[in-house]
C-alpha cells in the first residue's frame, strides 16, 4: 500500500502561483511513477502531469503545458507541481496518484493509489 497526502492548495488570483505537495508513506516511493490528476465540478478527472520513477521523464496535458512542472524528491518520498500563470479555468481538486506502470502514464486507469485532494481556486 502506498498512502497519499497532497497539501498546497489554496485560494489564488489569476495569474499567480502555488506549488503542491504529496508526501508519500509507505512502499519504495522511487518504485513509483507519480502522476497529478484533477477534477472540477460537474467535469470528468483530468490527467496534468505525470514524472517517472528518477524524474528524468515527464509528461503533461496540452492545457497545462509551459506553466505547470512536476518534480520530485526521492529522498523525502515527495512530489511536487509547480503552478504558475493560474487561470480560473484551472479551479478544481487536484489529486496526485502513484502507479507501478511507467515509465510514465496518463491514464487515471493505471493509477493504483490516489490522494485525498486538495482544492485549487483561482480567482479572476
Known amino acids: 500500500q502506498v498512502q497519499l497526502v497532497e497539501s498546497g492548495g489554496g485560494l489564488v488570483q489569476a495569474g499567480g502561483s502555488l506549488r503542491l505537495s504529496c508526501a508519500a508513506s509507505?512502499?519504495?516511493?522511487?518504485?513509483?511513477?507519480m502522476g497529478w490528476f484533477r477534477q472540477a465540478p460537474g467535469k470528468e478527472r483530468e490527467f496534468i502531469a505525470t514524472?517517472?520513477?528518477?524524474?528524468?521523464?515527464?509528461q503533461y496535458s496540452n492545457s497545462v503545458k509551459g506553466r505547470f512542472t512536476v518534480s520530485r524528491d526521492n529522498a523525502n518520498n515527495t512530489v511536487f507541481l509547480q503552478m504558475n500563470s493560474l487561470k480560473p479555468e484551472d479551479t478544481a481538486v487536484y489529486y496526485c496518484?502513484?502507479?507501478?506502470?511507467?515509465?510514465?502514464?496518463?491514464?487515471?486507469?493505471?493509477?493504483?493509489?490516489w490522494g485525498q485532494g486538495t482544492q485549487v481556486t483561482v480567482s479572476s
Open positions: 514524472i517517472s520513477w528518477s524524474g528524468s521523464t515527464t
Open positions: 509507505g512502499r519504495t516511493f522511487s518504485n513509483y511513477v
Open positions: 496518484a502513484a502507479t507501478a506502470s511507467g515509465p510514465v502514464a496518463t491514464e487515471s486507469t493505471l493509477y493504483n493509489y
